[in-house]
């Protein structure tokens, strides 16, 4: 673990004086540090505890966006067998930052569709941050229609800071795309699963996680606007993330309790950046329950039933 | 139909002197800076006769000029729970509702009503650009499935003017689920084949944009209003340069495929009743087959007629 958030520089200072005893005793084989070392070790447990037993929303802002998270490309070639990535909104290109094909999900087909958001500079600036061009949300049409017409479930991996800010983007119908996105995930008649892994950008992430069921990982975050952008309209001051994030109400947490959204995956303390395995595995598990839900359901039923979640929505407040 | 003109405006420009300009009866262009008397600004529908920039227009206003003699009838809109999630900025939500409240004289940013255009019945729903800058939250949702609900009710179209800056932030997640809300209220006037006609206003931009406003059967616009999804200053700073003359202009989205029509607001009313008209499968309109002044109800505006001369017909 070597990428430390901001608040986590008390714990990296700790480790890092652990870390660096046992390089000296590995260079002075006479030297006895265990115990020392030991010590510090447990002392970095305990922060790392404390300090993800009750993340503030803004720290949560920043541990979703982390870049060591598992991203839908690790979740998919993790979970799923068989991937046929299928490409194209066969119209204009080939979206990048959105990944999709068909799976089998524990021999179940089905077709699996994400933000990307990359692992390293090339594969990010590549998939472009993970923020999708009109392209992306058609690929994402054409595939959920594909995914209806052959009685396939879909599963959405939503991880996006938003819709890409472009010229021509704009001038291709990013609006458009995004509505009609959103529509089809209103229409399809297979059940519509969606996870929110990291962070779930505005409209960019309504066109994939308009679904029957949302789960969202514990430290991420599903907001109408980021932190940063809401402090400089509001605020008139992108320095007031941290008001921001906390008045926006956008922590997997909060978001249940609006009914927002139907489930939260745990993740280990420290987070999904410190127990990649462990976070995919946890999110194949609940992918594997939330589609059960739904087997021998009707196509009407399941269209209905996704209809009647949202128009209900928003009946209870936080203080309720 | 100029009658009808010359018999709604007196009550438009009562309403519009009082409440907005109480002392000066003069408004400059902000486009050409000629000084108009707002009467003859009200006659156009806030069209400046000179230049034809359209300026902003409130939904009662919009609405008196559309339906049949200035006639329509408030479709009523569920109220959602005040203020979520105890949202505060510098200042609480609820006191910039009220603020909001005081200036608009509305109880929210959108106004359903329904009545008829050219002996046509529709519903139509027209959001509030000076409340709270239009935007849409749970009233504004809940405002679009009323009106989708009424339209499928009486079998008839739903024209929807659009003008926002998008989500209502002080709603925060809930604001944004209004997109998939509206979304399955435009899918209701679908699947019972009634027409979904959007006029898009200046301004229509995100979340809106990426939602209802973007979903009609047919998608027309008033000259010049900024529609996007991304506003042109976050372009402009995420890829650093100029962007091109008129971009995500009405006129400019209509050139990239975007739009089916770009209609000035003072031909908007006709030309919406016989897209409405052919798409209902009705005869044309009659032109001046309309009740006499006399037998009209009483409009929606609660004041008096004040002696005014009428203004001379326009062509
Ligand atoms: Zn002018």
Redesign the pocket.
Known sequence: MNNYLEFEKPLAEIEGKAEELRAMARANPEMDVEGEAAALDQKADQMLADLYKSLTPWRKCQVARHPDRPHCKDYIEALFQEYTPLAGDRNFADDHAVMGGLARLNDRPVVVIGHEKGADTKSRIERNFGMARPEGYRKAIRLMDLADRFRLPVITLVDTPGAYPGKGAEERGQSEAIARSTEKCLQIGVPLISVVIGEGGSGGAVAFATANEVAMLEHSIYSVISPEGCASILWKDAEKMREAAEALRLTAQDLKKLGVVDRIIPEPVGGAQRHRTAVISAVGKALEEMLAAYDGKKRSEIVAARRSKFLEMGRKGLAA | MNWITNYVRPKINSLFSRREMPENLWTK?D??G?MLFHRELSDNLNV?P??G?HMGISPRDRFTALFDGGVFSEVKVPAPIADPLQFRDQKRYPERMKAAQRDTGETEAMLVGEGEIGRTPIVAAAQDFSFMGGSMGMYVGNAIIAAAERAVERKCPLILFSAAGGARMQEGILSLMQMPRTTVAIQMLREARLPYIVVLTHPTTGGVTASYAMLGDVQIAEPNALICFAGPRVIEQTIREKLPEGFQRAEYLLDHGMLDRVTPRTKMRDELIIIVRMLMREPPAIRGDLPAPADEPALAAPEAPPEATPAAPKA
């Open positions: 262009c486009e050409c000629t400046c000179s230049c920039h």
